[in-house]
């Protein structure tokens, strides 16, 4: 489920939330598939949280991500100057 800006509670089969999440719905409907790979998710959230950060003005700096599996969290940081789009990437 996700409850997004409004407070609604819909059942989706991924969560986006944050000042900037009005701007990547779309992008995020058209490129996620089920069962995509590890590298799959962390490309699509890499690309749509740097999309978010380049159009809302509370958003900035680098994107970090935390993978949770049972062997533990794998943590992992894209600086500004390396994001895959906006002012570094276009």
């Known amino acids: 489920f996700n409850i997004p800006l409004g407070g609604a509670c819909i059942p989706m089969p991924f969560a986006i939330g944050g000042s900037g999440s009005t701007f990547i719905y779309g992008l995020v409907d058209s490129d996620f598939k089920e069962n995509m790979t590890k590298d799959e998710a962390l490309a699509l959230c890499a690309k749509a949280v740097s999309h978010a950060m ?37």
Do not use: F, H, Q
């Open 54 to 90: 380049a159009r809302d003005g509370s958003s900035g700096g680098v994107i970090r991500t935390c993978v949770a599996t049972a062997e533990g969290n794998e943590r992992e940081m894209i600086p500004g100057n390396k994001l895959p789009y906006g002012p570094a990437g276009w």
